[in-house]
C-alpha cells in the first residue's frame, strides 16, 4: 500500500524559510515522479513544483521559481521542498502525490491533480508578519 506523509510546514513571517519533508512508502522512488502541490482556502489545488525521482530533472510554476527548490533522497524515499523569501501568498495547505505511471517532472504541466493517485494529508504553511 502506498502511503505519502508530508511534515515541515509552519507559520512564518515574509521573507522567511520552511523545509517540508514528504516520506514516501510501497512505492520505490527512482521511477516515479512526485509532485508538490498546494491548495488555499476558496482555491482549486495547484501544482507548485515535481521531480523525476530517476534522474532529478525539476519542474517549477513561474510564481515560485527562483525561491523553491525540489530535491529527492532515494534512499531514504524522500522528496524535498525548500521554500525561501516565503510570501504570504504562498499560504496554503501543501501536499505531496506520485503515481506509478507518471515519471517525469513536466507531467504537472498536462496532468490534473486529480489524476494522481497518491496523496498525503498535507501540511500548512501560514507565511504572515
Known amino acids: 500500500q502506498v502511503a505519502l506523509v508530508e511534515s515541515g510546514g509552519g507559520l512564518v513571517q515574509p521573507g522567511g524559510s520552511l523545509r517540508l519533508s514528504c516520506v514516501v512508502s510501497?512505492?520505490?522512488?527512482?521511477?516515479?515522479?512526485v509532485g508538490w502541490f498546494r491548495q488555499a482556502p476558496g482555491e482549486e489545488r495547484e501544482g507548485v513544483a515535481s521531480?523525476?525521482?530517476?534522474?532529478?530533472?525539476?519542474f517549477y510554476v513561474d510564481s515560485v521559481k527562483g525561491r523553491f527548490t525540489v530535491t529527492r533522497d532515494n534512499a531514504k524515499n524522500t522528496v524535498y521542498l525548500q521554500m525561501n523569501n516565503l510570501k504570504p501568498e504562498d499560504t496554503a495547505v501543501y501536499y505531496c502525490?506520485?503515481?506509478?505511471?507518471?515519471?517525469?517532472?513536466?507531467?504537472?504541466?498536462?496532468?490534473?491533480?486529480?489524476?494522481?493517485?497518491?496523496w498525503g494529508q498535507g501540511t500548512q504553511v501560514t507565511v504572515s508578519a
Open positions: 502525490a506520485t503515481d506509478r505511471h507518471i515519471s517525469t517532472a513536466q507531467a504537472m504541466t498536462v496532468i490534473d491533480p486529480p489524476s494522481w493517485s497518491y
Open positions: 521531480i523525476a525521482t530517476d534522474d532529478g530533472d525539476t
Open positions: 510501497g512505492l520505490t522512488l527512482g521511477q516515479s515522479a
